[in-house]
């Protein structure tokens, strides 16, 4: 890709960026776009309406100032310690860029003084960007050395931001632990594999098994029920009323009339609704009273303290291994009801089915690699496609399809891996929406690092080397050669998946022409508003991504990095903005996500050191190539290091920490109310009673109030 290329791709995008907001800035700034902008504070009452004035239409950056000015302190007394966590990934990632960028100083010119590449080429829009590459340093050139340097002290900078990032969220959890009130999950453990006993049931085999082992701490149990079929019924009835309501909410004078079959007669569409609506909720009456004996051999348990949770925790149960199996319990809110009833050999089968279905999805995924590859290089395609050869010659066609609408098309079908991602982690048995979360994060992560760069990079490469992949013992030389020639790529696709895509973020496009069809076209500008969550399957993933490309490429192309500290910079600002306006946490983990991102951050490390290893080998510098062998080990040592010395911190609190935690409460006068609460906490919401609300003034609203399933 020439440099003119790769500026046409920045142009583009930094106009969308621009583009969207200055857009912001006044749509946010209109009433009827407050549910689309800031819905948290429209359901929690702190957005005050305001007269029309000249400020209303003109761009500000005020919302700036604000996300800038909020303490993290601010920011977690909001959006809990998930979302702080979130924003220490941005924290962390704008040091780490930072310290790259000055010595990036040091090696651009390096780099681009070389003549590996070309002596004569002085015409910088039509100079390559590998003229800006290690590609371009004389092979043997002692200057060489300097990036030896530079990726032993990046690696030791890294792992020091790694451990002190490390540090401060670990002692950040338990700071939030002392502090925090008294949680439902804390007091309560999950028990399967109930061992059936003749004659009584699954419920008394519980109460007498605690009763008898944890006299003092028992507190109380709620055994699971098959609930699967109830759970459909309730939803269909709750899909049914909302759209019966909307029906009765219209004003209009005209009969709601339609057919009842293709080509048949017509009927009164809200008697048929209304009948159906009574059908539904008396199946749903009759199926909670039957599965009230279809009891699961799994239940919630409950203690007084957390110490007595944390005891049945982490000690066997039973004489059996295999039976009185305890595990951590989510949140009741956090509680995922669909699957958690299913049978041990549903769920051993899913998870065998989303396991193959995620590698086929990897390997359909190499179509668009291949065609998003092909656009990067104009003579492929005029030899594919001769009709076009006439277009391709014209300059700024040439720039747009090599420099931006490779990246666009990759970012469109990427669109689509999360939301599967989610799809195939929700059936494979996990009991909470955190964990199926935490699940697609890692296939979203894993996927992405392999397709859009293994994948890229490889690709790149086999159109013109098409014997690459047999030497694939090889890996440090074979990607030693396909990874610096990407780089171009890569740039173009941060500035497209990275600055845009984070602008879009903000500016809520979707969201905002659905919002224009439900209040002008819908007539339902009086819908329940539901504050949306943040999808950190999805972000997590694209975070960490980059991060990738910013090591790997570091000493290989630094050309990149200023645009990646770009991406980093917006994101900040972005998502503090849209944690204190738009969105509200659904669970909280207590900063569980963070061990993905250190462990993704060494992968990249030492892919980076592998990619060394090789480029000084190819480069001939044997010894700078010898020298870098011990790296990875060292990094590797470290992560061995910090997985023992914090993650355990991650996994459950220390007795310290509980027994401490315990005494406090003890002189706490609301702790009896708490028990009451925790008894029921864990009742499955299939199992409450239906409660319809009529709407009497014309208004829309849910007729059939159920906890979301």
């Given at each position: 890709m020439?440099?003119?290329?790769?500026?046409?791709?920045?142009g583009?995008?930094?106009g969308l960026c621009l583009?969207?907001f200055?857009l912001?800035?006044?749509?946010?700034?209109?009433?009827?776009?407050a549910?689309?902008y800031?819905p948290?504070?429209?359901?929690?009452?702190k957005?005050?309406?305001?007269d029309?004035n000249l400020e209303?239409i003109l761009?500000s950056a005020?919302w700036v100032?604000?996300?800038?000015?909020?303490s993290?302190?601010?920011?977690?007394?909001?959006s809990?310690?998930?979302a702080?966590?979130?924003?220490?990934i941005f924290?962390?990632?704008?040091?780490?860029?930072t310290?790259a960028?000055i010595?990036?100083?040091i090696?651009?010119?390096?780099?681009y003084l070389?003549?590996?590449?070309t002596?004569?080429d002085f015409?910088?829009?039509?100079?390559s960007l590998?003229?800006?590459?290690?590609?371009?340093?004389n092979d043997?050139s002692n200057?060489?050395w300097?990036h030896f340097?530079?990726?032993y002290?990046?690696?030791?900078f890294v792992?020091?931001l790694?451990?002190?990032e490390f540090k401060y969220?670990?002692?950040?959890?338990i700071?939030?632990?002392?502090?925090s009130e008294?949680?439902?999950?804390?007091?309560t453990v999950?028990v399967?594999?109930?061992?059936v006993?003749?004659g009584?049931?699954f419920s008394e085999?519980?109460e007498n098994?605690f009763t008898?082992?944890?006299?003092?701490?028992?507190?109380?149990?709620?055994?699971?029920?098959?609930t699967?079929?109830l759970?459909k019924?309730?939803?269909d009835?709750?899909n049914?009323s909302?759209r019966l309501?909307?029906?009765?909410?219209?004003?209009?004078?005209q009969?709601?009339v339609?057919?009842?079959r293709?080509?048949g007669r017509?009927?009164?569409?809200?008697?048929?609704y209304?009948?159906?609506?009574?059908?539904?909720?008396?199946?749903?009456r009759?199926?909670q009273a039957?599965?009230t004996g279809?009891e699961?051999?799994?239940?919630?348990?409950?203690?007084?303290?957390r110490?007595g949770?944390?005891?049945?925790?982490?000690?066997?149960?039973g004489?059996?291994?295999t039976?009185w199996?305890?595990?951590t319990?989510?949140?009741?809110?956090?509680?995922y009801?669909?699957?958690?009833?299913?049978?041990?050999?549903?769920?051993w089968?899913?998870?065998?089915?989303?396991?193959?279905?995620?590698i086929?999805?990897?390997i359909l995924?190499?179509?668009?690699?291949l065609?998003v590859?092909?656009?990067?290089h104009?003579n492929?395609?005029?030899t594919?496609f001769?009709f076009?050869?006439?277009?391709?010659s014209?300059?700024l066609?040439?720039q747009?399809?090599t420099?931006?609408l490779?990246?666009?098309?990759?970012?469109?079908f990427?669109?689509?891996v999360?939301?599967i991602?989610?799809?195939?982690?929700s059936?494979?048995?996990?009991?909470?929406?955190?964990?199926?979360e935490k699940?697609?994060?890692?296939k979203?992560l894993?996927f992405t690092?392999w397709?859009v760069?293994f994948?890229?990079?490889l690709s790149?490469?086999?159109?013109?080397?098409?014997n690459?992949?047999l030497?694939?013992?090889?890996i440090p030389n074979v990607?030693a050669?396909?990874?610096?020639?990407?780089?171009?790529?890569f740039?173009?696709y941060v500035?497209?998946s990275?600055?845009?895509s984070?602008?879009?973020?903000?500016?809520q496009?979707v969201q905002l022409?659905w919002?224009?069809?439900e209040r002008?076209?819908l007539?339902?500008?009086?819908?329940?508003l539901e504050?949306?969550?943040v999808?950190?399957?999805?972000?997590?993933?694209k975070?960490l991504?980059?991060?990738?490309?910013?090591?790997t490429?570091?000493?290989l192309?630094?050309l990149?990095l200023?645009?990646i500290?770009?991406?980093f910079?917006l994101?900040y600002?972005?998502?503090r903005?849209?944690?204190l306006?738009?969105?509200?946490?659904?669970?909280?983990?207590n900063?569980?996500?963070?061990p993905?991102v250190?462990?993704?951050?060494?992968f990249?490390l030492?892919?980076?050191?592998?990619?060394?290893?090789?480029?000084?080998?190819?480069k001939?510098?044997p010894?700078a190539s010898?020298?870098?062998?011990p790296?990875?080990?060292m990094?590797l040592l470290?992560?061995?290091?910090?997985?023992k010395r914090?993650?355990?911190m991650?996994d459950s609190?220390?007795?310290?920490c509980?027994?401490?935690?315990d005494?406090?409460?003890?002189s706490?006068a609301?702790?009896?109310?708490?028990?009451?609460?925790?008894?029921t906490?864990?009742r499955?919401?299939a199992?409450?009673p239906?409660q319809?609300?009529?709407?009497?003034d014309?208004h829309?609203?849910?007729?059939?109030?159920?906890i979301?399933?």
């Amino acid at each position: 890709m020439l440099l003119s290329a790769l500026l046409t791709s920045v142009g583009i995008n930094l106009g969308l960026c621009l583009l969207f907001f200055t857009l912001y800035s006044v749509l946010k700034k209109q009433p009827g776009n407050a549910k689309v902008y800031a819905p948290r504070l429209v359901v929690e009452g702190k957005l005050q309406p305001s007269d029309f004035n000249l400020e209303r239409i003109l761009p500000s950056a005020s919302w700036v100032r604000k996300a800038w000015e909020t303490s993290e302190e601010e920011l977690l007394s909001i959006s809990g310690l998930d979302a702080v966590i979130f924003m220490r990934i941005f924290v962390f990632s704008i040091k780490m860029f930072t310290f790259a960028m000055i010595i990036a100083i040091i090696l651009l010119p390096i780099n681009y003084l070389g003549d590996q590449l070309t002596l004569a080429d002085f015409d910088l829009p039509n100079k390559s960007l590998e003229s800006f590459s290690i590609s371009n340093v004389n092979d043997g050139s002692n200057r060489l050395w300097i990036h030896f340097s530079v990726v032993y002290i990046f690696t030791g900078f890294v792992c020091y931001l790694l451990y002190s990032e490390f540090k401060y969220i670990s002692s950040k959890r338990i700071a939030c632990f002392y502090s925090s009130e008294p949680k439902l999950h804390q007091f309560t453990v999950l028990v399967r594999s109930i061992p059936v006993s003749s004659g009584i049931s699954f419920s008394e085999s519980v109460e007498n098994f605690f009763t008898q082992y944890y006299p003092d701490t028992y507190l109380s149990h709620i055994i699971v029920r098959r609930t699967s079929k109830l759970q459909k019924l309730i939803s269909d009835a709750d899909n049914l009323s909302r759209r019966l309501l909307h029906m009765k909410s219209r004003r209009s004078t005209q009969q709601k009339v339609g057919r009842a079959r293709f080509l048949g007669r017509k009927v009164d569409l809200l008697d048929q609704y209304e009948k159906k609506r009574e059908f539904l909720l008396e199946s749903v009456r009759m199926e909670q009273a039957l599965v009230t004996g279809q009891e699961v051999p799994a239940a919630f348990v409950s203690f007084k303290s957390r110490f007595g949770a944390a005891i049945a925790l982490h000690i066997k149960q039973g004489a059996n291994p295999t039976e009185w199996n305890t595990e951590t319990a989510p949140e009741p809110q956090d509680v995922y009801w669909p699957f958690f009833s299913a049978s041990f050999m549903r769920i051993w089968i899913s998870n065998y089915m989303a396991i193959v279905a995620c590698i086929v999805l990897t390997i359909l995924f190499f179509g668009p690699v291949l065609l998003v590859q092909s656009l990067t290089h104009l003579n492929q395609l005029e030899t594919w496609f001769p009709f076009l050869k006439g277009i391709l010659s014209m300059k700024l066609v040439s720039q747009v399809i090599t420099g931006y609408l490779p990246s666009l098309i990759l970012q469109m079908f990427l669109y689509f891996v999360p939301p599967i991602m989610i799809m195939l982690s929700s059936i494979q048995g996990y009991i909470a929406r955190s964990q199926i979360e935490k699940s697609a994060c890692y296939k979203v992560l894993w996927f992405t690092i392999w397709n859009v760069f293994f994948v890229n990079v490889l690709s790149g490469s086999v159109l013109y080397q098409t014997n690459v992949f047999l030497e694939l013992k090889k890996i440090p030389n074979v990607l030693a050669v396909a990874v610096p020639g990407q780089a171009e790529f890569f740039i173009a696709y941060v500035v497209t998946s990275g600055w845009t895509s984070t602008s879009s973020e903000l500016f809520q496009l979707v969201q905002l022409i659905w919002s224009f069809i439900e209040r002008n076209i819908l007539g339902r500008s009086d819908d329940h508003l539901e504050v949306p969550s943040v999808l950190y399957h999805r972000e997590i993933p694209k975070i960490l991504f980059f991060v990738l490309l910013g090591i790997t490429y570091f000493f290989l192309a630094p050309l990149i990095l200023p645009f990646i500290l770009v991406y980093f910079c917006l994101g900040y600002i972005v998502f503090r903005n849209q944690f204190l306006t738009v969105y509200s946490p659904k669970y909280e983990t207590n900063g569980k996500f963070w061990p993905i991102v250190h462990n993704s951050t060494i992968f990249s490390l030492v892919l980076m050191h592998i990619i060394a290893f090789g480029i000084f080998g190819l480069k001939n510098i044997p010894l700078a190539s010898s020298f870098m062998i011990p790296l990875p080990v060292m990094t590797l040592l470290f992560n061995n290091y910090c997985h023992k010395r914090f993650l355990p911190m991650f996994d459950s609190y220390a007795a310290e920490c509980l027994i401490k935690k315990d005494k406090y409460d003890q002189s706490d006068a609301t702790m009896d109310a708490f028990y009451e609460k925790l008894v029921t906490a864990y009742r499955d919401p299939a199992l409450s009673p239906i409660q319809i609300t009529e709407n009497t003034d014309g208004h829309r609203s849910p007729l059939l109030q159920a906890i979301g399933i």
